[in-house]
Structures are given as structure tokens and as C-alpha cells.
């Protein structure tokens, strides 16, 4: 195994920036620029699929382990490693970078500071979901935030600025309220080698390491609170989901798929890796357990509804991922083993099935020059592969029996469902019926736009090219080979995951106000 692979994985995208940065201005110099883009984010999948064969399975703990003396005087450390719950993150956004700088080769405006950005923001995601300390985790989710800012902004649509700050402001006021979080976890945490202060996350998911505020339950629930809300505006969930929809569409092609397929994965997984082990009794308590599992259902019914009144079709995928990620949260809240598994499946599956449909949007809208889905009629004619690929997108997305999405949304519904920890069957039954809303805007935009009668205006339209089947074609395997034999993604999860579900639905109530 290569030494200290995590950190390749998360600087190669940083040496390649510096590398492009280096190259001469000119139009001539736009091909080898993509080219160096796609070496560079070729090698972290490279690095990824080293990874995935060396991960042991048996263990929960953490793996490929780096800490190392940062701001030694306020025990700042850089430390990282992953365990279940962080290397499917770590494939998908590995995967993802790559097959995005494809989807990023008809960019022709500023192109060497495009691929700067999304190289930059390829690293904080990376740091993200290999990070230990939360010092350092807040640094790279805040690195994130400035490349995205830029991407959307620059190289948007129509409306790019109003999207890029909406975007900008609702993240960060997420972030200022994890910052005072993390401020209040610093100071009451003691560090059990040192007895100091510290931002090591282990270290904090251990309560016997808790002292001062952190003995207070009301604090725990506020920290919760803020926690939640700086998570849950990233899922987004409602009611913290405006910016999502204007920055889905306005954002250009490869940075949609970026968003819905990894952005939006990092609040759930902030949850799980900082709010749930942390403050597992907060978890708990069951006026805020409940009101998860509300947020979550309006989130599938209402993402489901919204979507459904669309014509634009990104919108439309847009609104559809916040349904998904509604399962994702309500698989979670139920605290089985099955539903948290299911959860952090669906985050994978999601990531790729909506990248599917995103990249699919790209391609009908660079030949059409818009998205208006009644606007088409009968491409099945003129675009019979595109037409095949998008009835895979589709059937994956409302979560067909044998492809990927339909293992992790039964597993998070079946987990929720025999919860013994809180009784989610109402929940789960509202939830379910959401899952045919879903079939019904999926199967009318097919029939909207593929089937009938052939729009003329559409007679001559290109049919999908070869690169943009090089972005999709390892997509479509996936959602099809996880969809029949979801093991090899299962055995990565279950370890770690067995063990949160069962720290946090035994943690004993931290001091009153619960049982």
C-alpha cells in the first residue's frame, strides 16, 4: 500500500491546480490543461481503488491513519484516516472529480481557472470526508465553499450571481453555527493523553472525555440544534432547501453533479460522523428524534410534489434529490444497524444515480439550448442510446427492483420501520406512498419527452458522442451491478456502521431530562 495514500488522495488535486496555474495563458494551452486535469483526478481514483482492495472489513476502527503536530500549541493536529462510514464518500468523490473534468471539456471560457477551482474544490471534499480533528474538518468544509462560490458565479447561467450568493450565505450561516459548536466542544473536551483541550473527534465521541458545558443536557441540546441546522441546510432538508434548486440550475453541468452527487452527501455525513456519536443522547431526546423523522418526511413528500410540477427537467432532478435525501435521514433517525447501513448506501447510490441524470440534463441541453421538458416529444426516435440511458437514470432514481437506489431505499424504510428506539411506522408508511409520486413525475417526464410524436424541430438532433458515454457508462454499471449484488458496497459500511448504531441507541442519558 502507498504511504500515506489519504493524503495523496486529498493534495494531488492541489498539485495539479499549482501545475495548471504554472501553464502559459493562451487558447492553445485549453486541451493540455483538461488533459492534466483529468491525470490528476485519474490518479485519485487510481489512489481510490487501492483503497477500496486494502480496506479491511472486519474492523470498525480507523484505517489508514495519519496524524501529525499542526498548531501544536492549541493541540491542533492534521489527522486523518477513514473507516465504513467515510471511504464510500471517498470512492464516490473520487469517481465523480474524474468523470466530471469529462463533463467539464466543453468549458471554453477562463478554462484554466475553471479547472483550478474544481480541482481546489475536488481537495475539500476529499479533506472532508478524511478528516479527525474538527478543526481541520471545518477547514476543509470551508475550503469547499470558495471554489463552489466561484464555479457557480463564473461560469453559471443566467441568473449565476443571485445563485452563487444564495448558495454562499446559506452555507456559511450553516458554518458559523458548526464553528460556535465546535468552539463549546473544543474547551469541554479534555484530551485523555494530555488533559488539554482538544478538536481530536475521536476523542470527543468518547463522554467519559466530557466536561464543564458538555455536562449540561440543555447545552448538548443546543449544540445538537445548531449542529443539525448547519447539516441539514447542506442535505438540504426542509425548510432549509431554497438554494439548492437556483444553484442546481444555474450551476453548469459538471458542478450540478458535483453538488447533488457529494455536496449535499457531506450533511448527512456531518451527522453521522460529528452530531450522532457526539451527542447521541441529544439524538435521543425524543422531541428533536421526532422532529427528524417530520423534516425527513416532508422533505420525500414535498421534494416528491415539487418536482412533480416542474418543466424544467434540472429542477426537476433538483427537487427529486431532496426527496432522496429525506430517505437517507429517516434511515438514519430509526438507529438500527439495517436503516443506518440502508442510509449510507442510499448516500452512494444517490450520488451516482443523480449524477447520471445531471450529466444527462448536460447533454440535451448543449444540443437543444433548453430544458423545457414539454418542449421535446418522441427522442426516442432520433436518440435511441440517449433514450436507452435515460430509462436506466429514471427506473434507478424511482428505485426499481435490481437497480442500486431500490437495496438502500428498502433497507433505510425497513430500518425505520423496526426501530424499537422510537415508533416510526407512520413515518415510514407517509414516506413509502411519497415513493409513488416519485414514479409518477419520473414515468410522465419519460413519456413527455421520449415518447409520442416526434417533435420536428428535433428531427436532426445529434445523437449521444462518445465522451459523454465515457461519463455515463461506468455509472450505468454501477447502479446496475449494485442493484443485483450490493455486497461489496455492504461489507465496506457494515462494521463501522453496526458499531455507531449501537453506540448511540445504547448510550446511556448524559444527565437529566431523559427516562
Known amino acids: 500500500m502507498i504511504p500515506n495514500i489519504l493524503s495523496w488522495m486529498i493534495f494531488l488535486p492541489v498539485i495539479g491546480a499549482a501545475v495548471i496555474l504554472a501553464i ?52 491542533i493536529w492534521y489527522f486523518i484516516g477513514v473507516d465504513g462510514l467515510s471511504i464510500s464518500m471517498v470512492l464516490l468523490t473520487a469517481l465523480l472529480s474524474f468523470l466530471c473534468i469529462f463533463a467539464s471539456w466543453g468549458i ?94 475521536l476523542a470527543m465521541m468518547d463522554q467519559a472525555n466530557h466536561t464543564g458545558l458538555l455536562r449540561d443536557f440543555d447545552v448538548r441540546l443546543l449544540l445538537y440544534a445548531a449542529l443539525f441546522i448547519g447539516f441539514a441546510i447542506k442535505v438540504p432538508a426542509v425548510p ?43 439524538v435521543k431526546y425524543p422531541p428533536f428524534a421526532y422532529g427528524f423523522a417530520t423534516i425527513a418526511v416532508i422533505s420525500i413528500v414535498y421534494g416528491a410534489l415539487c418536482a412533480m ?16 435525501m429525506g430517505v437517507v435521514m429517516l434511515g438514519m433517525i430509526g438507529l438500527t444497524p439495517l436503516g443506518i447501513n440502508g442510509a449510507v448506501l442510499q448516500m452512494f447510490n444517490h450520488g451516482t444515480v443523480t449524477a447520471m441524470l445531471f450529466l444527462l440534463v448536460g447533454v440535451i441541453y448543449d444540443r437543444a439550448h433548453h430544458r423545457d421538458i414539454d418542449g421535446f416529444g418522441g427522442l426516442a426516435q432520433t436518440m435511441p442510446v440517449y433514450t436507452g440511458i435515460v430509462t436506466v437514470a429514471f427506473f434507478a ?25 422510537f415508533n416510526l411506522r407512520v413515518y415510514t408508511i407517509i414516506s413509502v406512498l411519497g415513493i409513488v409520486f416519485v414514479a409518477g413525475y419520473m414515468l410522465w417526464t419519460l413519456q413527455r419527452m421520449f415518447l409520442g410524436k416526434l417533435n420536428p ?16 457508462v461506468p455509472l450505468v ?27 448511540v441507541r445504547e448510550a446511556a442519558p448524559m444527565l437529566m431530562g431523559m427516562n
Open 24 to 75: 502559459p495563458r493562451g487558447e492553445k494551452q485549453h486541451t493540455l490543461i483538461r488533459w492534466l486535469a483529468a491525470a490528476f483526478t485519474g490518479g485519485q481514483v487510481l489512489l481510490a481503488i487501492l483503497l477500496f482492495m486494502g480496506f479491511d472489513r472486519t474492523t470498525s476502527s480507523m484505517q489508514f491513519v495519519e496524524q501529525a503536530a499542526w498548531i501544536q500549541s492549541y493541540n
Open 108 to 201: 471554453d471560457k477562463a478554462v484554466k481557472g475553471y479547472f483550478v477551482m474544481f480541482l481546489l474544490l475536488d481537495a475539500g471534499m476529499m479533506g472532508v470526508f478524511c478528516a479527525l480533528d474538527f478543526f481541520l474538518f471545518y477547514i476543509f468544509w470551508e475550503v469547499m465553499l470558495l471554489p463552489m462560490y466561484f464555479l457557480i458565479g463564473i461560469w453559471g447561467g443566467p441568473r449565476r450571481e443571485y445563485a452563487a450568493i444564495k448558495f454562499f450565505l446559506y452555507t456559511l450561516a450553516g458554518s458559523v453555527l458548526m464553528l460556535v459548536a465546535m468552539l463549546v466542544f473544543y474547551f469541554n473536551v479534555k484530551d485523555p493523553v494530555t488533559g488539554g483541550h482538544t478538536f481530536n473527534i
Open 240 to 282: 432549509f432547501h431554497t438554494w439548492l434548486p437556483d444553484a442546481h440550475v444555474e450551476a453548469p453541468t459538471a458542478i450540478s453533479v458535483i453538488l447533488a452527487g457529494v455536496l449535499l452527501k457531506m450533511g448527512t455525513y456531518g451527522m453521522l460522523r460529528i452530531s450522532f456519536p457526539i451527542l447521541p443522547d441529544a
Open 309 to 324: 410540477s416542474q418543466k424544467d427537467l434540472k429542477k426537476l432532478v433538483a427537487y427529486s434529490s431532496i426527496g432522496h
Open 397 to 421: 432514481n424511482l428505485g426499481l427492483p435490481g437497480l442500486s437506489s431500490f437495496i438502500s431505499e428498502a433497507f433505510s424504510f425497513l430500518g425505520a420501520f423496526s426501530s424499537t428506539t
Open 457 to 472: 424541430k428535433y428531427a436532426d438532433l445529434p445523437e449521444i458522442n462518445r465522451r459523454e458515454l465515457f461519463t455515463l
Open 477 to 503: 454499471v454501477i447502479v446496475i451491478f449494485l442493484g443485483i449484488y450490493p455486497a461489496p458496497m455492504l461489507e465496506l459500511l457494515e462494521v463501522s456502521l453496526n458499531s455507531l448504531a449501537t453506540t
